[in-house]
């Protein structure tokens, strides 16, 4: 089985901290995906990554940026941390481009911003 | 573009009843369509997936899912609800390129009374 694994479960930082999201995937997966997830809105993508040093900017990109220097591991970055980024993070990984093979997430991070 | 409705953002159901959750797709293009399934603090489990082959679509705790083209429609549904499937259930829709993105409805959380 695919096992994703977001390096934080549970996160408390304060406003304009810096603050890093971490996840790894250990099935050689080329895709990864960031999403936050609120209640009423579902999930929605932050960013991606089809490949190492490659990013892509999702629906809600604002106030993020991301890191994938290893084909397994794709970080989240809070440049700035804002209460309104309080939020659960979900890291997924999914085959490659263009296979429409299912994604596969983490647990999440349960992410509060005092 | 793509885009995914869930019609009932709570569903009640008794134990033993039948479970029907509801899911609406747009697609310019044939769609692959998936389910999701969220328990409390965790991150989403594949329930099952559409891949353009049976439109009549099996997968894991008893849950099925038909594709209906006419009515664009990929309902979820399961003979008879079990206390164990309480969670918070979410359909997808993929794109045709790319790096595989989802696109997520909002979901819908299932409550079983007993």
């Known amino acids: 089985d695919v096992k994703v694994t977001q390096s934080s479960r549970y996160l408390v930082k304060r406003t304009g901290e810096k603050v890093f999201l971490e996840c790894v995937q250990d099935m050689d997966h080329e895709n990864m995906f960031w999403y936050r997830q609120d209640p009423g809105l579902g999930l929605r993508l932050i960013y991606f990554?089809?490949?190492?040093?490659?990013?892509e900017k999702g629906d809600i990109p604002e106030g993020y940026s991301v890191s994938r220097e290893k084909k397994e591991r794709f970080s989240l970055i809070l440049e700035s941390a804002s209460t309104n980024q309080t939020s659960m993070y979900l890291c997924a990984s999914s085959l490659n481009r263009g296979s429409r093979q299912p994604q596969h997430f983490g647990d999440g991070t349960r992410l509060s911003i005092l | 573009a793509q885009s995914v409705t869930q019609l009932g953002s709570h569903v009640s159901v008794s134990e033993g009843a039948l479970v029907l959750l509801r899911c609406n797709y747009s697609?310019?293009?044939?769609?692959?369509l998936f389910w999701y399934v969220q328990y409390p603090n965790q991150g989403l489990q594949l329930l099952l997936k559409y891949t353009s082959a049976a439109t009549l679509v099996k997968g894991i705790n008893g849950f099925e899912a038909e594709f209906k083209k006419s009515e664009t429609s990929f309902h979820l549904t399961k003979p008879s609800a079990h206390m164990s499937d309480a969670a918070e259930y979410f359909c997808a829709v993929t794109v045709q390129t790319g790096a595989n993105n989802l696109f997520f409805g909002t979901g819908t959380r299932l409550t079983v009374i007993p």
């Open positions: 990554s089809y490949d190492v040093k490659m990013k």
């Open positions: 697609s310019s293009v044939p769609p692959y």
